[in-house]
C-alpha cells in the first residue's frame, strides 16, 4: 500500500498577514506545498490528503487541488474550531484553532494507511521525502507500541533572521529513537545560535545545533484514536482558555514516555526553508531558483502531465 501525504494547511498565517498557503514562491507560479507534492510523487507516495477550512475551499480546491488531477489522488478534510470530543464545547470569545493535534484529528476518516504529516509553509526538500517513503512502507513490529518515525532538522538551519519561530526540540537515545520533544514557541536567532523567550527573564541558550522536529512525521492510522483521548485531556485542562494550543510533538512525546509509542528519528542531507514573515519570501524564492539551477526541480513543476 502506497503511503498518503497529509498536509496541514488549516491556518490564516497570522505572522505573515494573509493565506501564506497560496502565495507563490516559484518561477511558474509554484507556492511551496506545490514542491511537496511533487516531491511526495517522486518518492512513491499514492494520495495527497489536504486539511483546510470551509471558508476558503473554493479557493484552495481551484488554486490547488486542481493542479493535481491526473498526476495523484486528492482528497480534503476540514478542521473547524467546534468539532470537539462530546461534553467540550468553544469558550466565549475563542477564535483561534486548537493547533495541529486537533487539525490531525480532522483527517481521521480520510486516511487510512501510513501516512506522512507536514505543515503546508514548509520546504523540506526532496532527500526527506525519499527517507521517510522507504521507512512508511516497512512493517511494524508487533508488540504493542506503535511504531512511527519523523525527520529532524538541525535548528541552525530552520531559523528566521525576522523574528521568533516554534520548534520541536528533539533528544534521541542511543539506537537512534526519539527520547524527547521539548516544544518551544519563541525561538529567536542569537548570534550563531539562538535562544527561547517563551519565559521573560528566563531565556534557554541554543547552539543552533539541536535536531527540531517540523512536522515532518510518519505515522500509522493507530495515532487517532491516541491522539483522540490525548485531546479530551488537553481540553479538560486547558480548555477554556482562549489561546491554548495541542500540538502533535507534545502529544507524542507523551506517548513515548508512557510507554505506548516509539519513533525513529532519519537524517537528511537537505535544507529545511520556509515562510514565516513576509520578509522570509524573497530568501525561499531565492533558494527555489538555486535548487532549479541545480538541476533538482524543473522551471515548471506542472508545465505537462
Known sequence: MKPTLLILAAGMGSRYGGLKQLDAMGPSGEVVLDYSVFD????????????????????????????FEGRIAVD???QDLNDLPAGFSVPEGRTKPWGTAHALLAAANVVNEPFLMI?????YGQDA???????????????????????????????????????GVCKRDANGMLATVTEMTKIFKHGAGAENREVEGAFVPLTGDEVVSMNFFGFTPDIFPQLRQAFAEFLTKRGNELKS????????????????????????????????????????????????DAGEYPQSLWGAK
Open 119 to 123: 505543515n503546508a509553509d514548509d520546504f
Open 40 to 67: 511526495a510523487i517522486r518518492a512513491g507516495f499514492g494520495k495527497v490528503v489536504f486539511v483546510i477550512r470551509r471558508d476558503f475551499e473554493e479557493l484552495f480546491r481551484t488554486q490547488i487541488g486542481s493542479k
Open 76 to 78: 480534503y478534510a476540514f
Open 245 to 292: 494550543e495541542c500540538y502533535v510533538p507534545a502529544e507524542v512525546d507523551a506517548l513515548i514516555n508512557v510507554g505506548k509509542a516509539e519513533v525513529r528519528v532519519l537524517e537528511t542531507t537537505g535544507k529545511w526553508f520556509g515562510v514565516t514573515y513576509p520578509e522570509d519570501k524573497t530568501e525561499v524564492v531565492a533558494s527555489i531558483r538555486a535548487l532549479i
Open 129 to 167: 521525502y525519499k527517507k521517510i517513503a522507504a521507512d512508511l512502507v516497512q512493517p511494524r513490529p508487533s508488540d504493542g507500541k506503535s511504531h512511527w518515525s519523523m525527520v529532524g532538522f538541525y535548528l541552525k538551519n530552520t531559523l528566521s533572521e525576522h523574528g521568533s519561530v516554534s520548534r
